[in-house]
């Protein structure tokens, strides 16, 4: 079974600090990974996905299939920044459903 | 273009009512999906569709049922609400297997059983 965990409920960093959003995932085959973000009072829109390695708001997501992780990093945090993340995977199964982790709860200090 | 548009956006029941969560699309989207999300476990699949007239449990499928008689619509039933059912419950929608855009997102709804 395919699962995805996120241990941080909550990251608080200073604003301009570095973040790192942990995600892991256990899955048999060959993965496809999303980040999606949640603003306060918004619905859920995606981030960014492994196999576009792209760069979104400053965010980066590497896929390394040797530890099982798609971490979400960013250099320097902006106030604007803090939401609710979640690490989701893709399934290849007949319905292609994403399988989220609990998320993570980023807030940004000034 | 709205997106998806879920109704109603908030809606407290007691016990043993029953209820029916709207989702429509107005973007030609065959898979839709309903999730709810509750703190901590992030959102977990309840029912989906790959098509019209077609539908398939999810991870959490006990307590409800749905519905898609027309593409743009994806109807999630609550036949005897529970206290367990306190939850927002999201739909999304997908254009296509490979999820070339991701999910869409409709803006949610919050459930209350007391």
């Known amino acids: 079974a395919q699962r995805v965990t996120q241990p941080e409920k909550l990251l608080s960093v200073f604003k301009g600090a570095p973040v790192e959003l942990k995600c892991n995932y256990s899955?048999?085959?060959?993965?496809?990974l999303f980040w999606y973000v949640q603003y306060s009072r918004q619905r859920l829109q995606l981030l960014l996905r492994?196999?576009s390695r792209e760069s979104i708001k400053g965010f980066t997501a590497d896929l390394n299939k040797g530890e099982t992780s798609f971490h979400l990093k960013k250099p320097f945090a902006q106030e604007e920044d803090s939401a609710m993340y979640y690490c989701a995977l893709r399934s290849n199964n007949a319905g292609n459903m994403l399988t989220f982790g609990g998320g993570t709860r980023l807030m940004v200090k000034p | 273009n709205a997106g998806v548009t879920q109704t109603p956006k908030f809606r407290v029941l007691k016990t043993g009512q029953s209820m029916t969560l709207l989702c429509a699309q107005d973007?030609?989207?065959?898979?839709m999906y309903w999730y709810r999300q509750d703190p901590g476990m992030g959102l977990r699949l309840i029912h989906y569709s790959v098509g019209e007239g077609t539908t398939a449990k999810g991870e959490v499928p006990d307590g409800y049922n749905v519905s898609r008689l027309k593409k743009q619509n994806f109807l999630l039933g609550l036949e005897s609400a529970a206290p367990s059912q306190t939850s927002v419950y999201f739909c999304?929608?997908?254009?296509?297997?490979?999820?070339?855009?991701?999910?869409?997102f409709g803006s949610g709804t919050r459930l209350t059983v007391v």
């Open positions: 899955y048999s085959g060959s993965p496809e």
């Open positions: 492994h196999i």
């Open positions: 973007m030609n989207h065959e898979y």
């Open positions: 999304a929608s997908s254009l296509n297997k490979a999820h070339q855009r991701g999910y869409t």
